[in-house]
C-alpha cells in the first residue's frame, strides 16, 4: 500500500460498503490520494505513515505506530468507545459524525407523530383483516411537542415540525443555549413539559443524567392522550415502569426505534401492545449516510489546510 493523505479503515453501516465512503471522498477531494484498508495487516500499513484516517475506532497499540496521524475522523456521533486519552497523548484531533443522521431520525419522528395523529397503525392493523370500518383520528396541528435534548438530531425534528403548526418546548441539559423551540427548559424542569406535552420525543444521548430519566415518575407526569417518541437511547426510558404505564392506558402510544433490552426479546410484553410501534434501531438508516460523513471529512480536510493545523474542526470534540 503506497504512502496516501487519507486511509478509510474497514468498516459497515447499514449493510452499505465502505466503497461508498471512499468513492465520496474521491469525488470532494480529487487531490488527495485516498486509500481503503481492507484488511488488518492493511490498516497497520496504511496508519505508519498516513495524517488522516477515517473508520469506527483505532487501538492505541496502532496509535503507537501512526506517528504522522493528526486527525481520527469518526464514522460515529459517540466517541465514548473510543481510546480518546491515548488520542490526545498522540496529538490527534478527533472528529464525530453528528449530524449525519439529522434528516432520516428526524423524517422518522415525524412519521411516528403523523402515524399516531392519524391512526395509520390502526389502519395497518384492519387492512390485514380486510377490515372497512372507521376509526377516531387526531390532528397534529394546535399539538405541543417536546423534544428532550436538543443536539444536531432534536434541532432537525423541531426544523421539520415547524410547518405543522405545533408548539415546541425544548428540554436540555444546558438550557442557557437556547434552541429553535417556542420555550427551552432544562432538565430539572422535565415534568414541566411533560404535563402539557401532547407528543413527547426522546432524542438524548445516553449519560448519567439521562439514563433512567422516563420513570414511573415521568409517565405520571404525561397526559392520558400523550404519545412518547424514543429515538435516544433505550435505557433512557425505564421499561418495566413504560409497560406498566401501557397496561393502564396511562398514555396513548408509544413509537419506540430504540428499547432496553436491546434486541428485544421476541417473548417482551412490548410486543404485545397494539398502540406501540417498534422498529429496531432503523431509524438511523439512510442511503446518503456516506455522502454526509464525506461532506464533514473533506471540509475539515481543507479547513486543516488552509488554518495549517487541525484545529477548529466541524464536529471535533477534543
Known amino acids: 500500500m503506497t504512502d496516501a493523505d487519507i486511509a478509510v479503515l474497514r468498516q459497515k453501516i447499514h449493510g452499505l460498503p465502505a466503497e461508498g ?3 465520496a471522498l474521491r469525488e ?3 487531490d488527495k490520494e485516498i486509500v481503503y484498508a481492507r484488511t488488518p495487516a492493511e490498516e497497520r500499513e496504511a496508519l505508519r505513515t498516513v495524517p488522516v484516517a477515517a473508520g469506527f475506532t483505532v487501538t492505541p497499540d496502532l496509535l503507537d505506530e501512526a506517528e504522522n496521524l493528526e486527525l481520527f475522523a469518526c464514522s460515529f456521533a459517540g466517541t465514548g ?7 490526545g497523548d498522540h496529538g490527534v484531533a478527533v472528529t464525530n459524525a453528528s449530524g449525519v443522521h439529522g434528516p432520516n431520525i428526524a423524517e422518522h419522528v415525524l412519521g411516528s407523530i403523523l402515524s399516531f395523529a392519524r391512526g395509520f397503525h390502526t389502519a395497518w392493523r384492519q387492512k390485514d383483516r ?11 396541528q394546535g399539538s405541543t411537542v417536546a423534544v428532550v435534548g436538543l443536539g444536531a438530531i432534536g434541532q432537525a425534528i423541531v426544523d421539520r415540525l415547524e410547518p405543522f403548526g405545533v408548539d415546541t ?3 436540555r441539559y444546558s438550557p442557557e443555549k437556547g434552541g429553535p423551540t417556542d420555550e427551552v427548559l432544562g432538565f430539572d424542569e422535565l415534568h414541566d413539559a411533560l404535563a ?3 407528543y413527547v420525543v426522546v432524542a438524548a444521548p445516553l449519560t448519567d443524567e439521562t439514563e433512567g430519566m422516563f420513570d414511573a415518575n415521568a409517565f ?3 397526559k392520558p392522550s400523550s404519545v412518547l417518541v424514543n429515538i435516544g437511547r433505550g435505557p433512557i426510558v425505564d421499561t418495566d415502569a413504560l409497560v406498566a404505564t401501557l397496561e393502564t392506558n396511562a398514555i396513548r402510544g408509544a413509537s419506540l426505534d430504540v428499547t432496553d433490552p436491546e434486541p428485544l426479546p421476541r417473548d417482551h410484553d412490548l410486543w404485545t ?3 406501540v410501534l417498534i422498529t429496531p434501531h432503523n431509524a438511523g438508516h439512510t442511503p446518503k449516510y456516506w455522502e454526509r460523513l464525506a461532506d464533514i471529512l473533506a471540509h475539515n480536510v481543507k479547513q486543516a489546510e488552509e488554518l495549517g493545523a487541525y484545529e477548529e474542526l466541524e464536529n471535533q470534540v477534543n
Open 220 to 222: 405520571k407526569t404525561m
Open 28 to 30: 470532494r477531494l480529487p
Open 273 to 275: 401492545f397494539d398502540n
Open 21 to 23: 465512503y471512499v468513492e
Open 196 to 198: 402539557v406535552a401532547d
Open 81 to 87: 468507545h473510543l481510546p480518546m486519552e491515548a488520542l
Open 169 to 171: 418546548i425544548g428540554v
Open 130 to 140: 380486510n377490515e372497512w370500518r372507521s376509526f377516531q383520528t387526531h390532528e397534529l
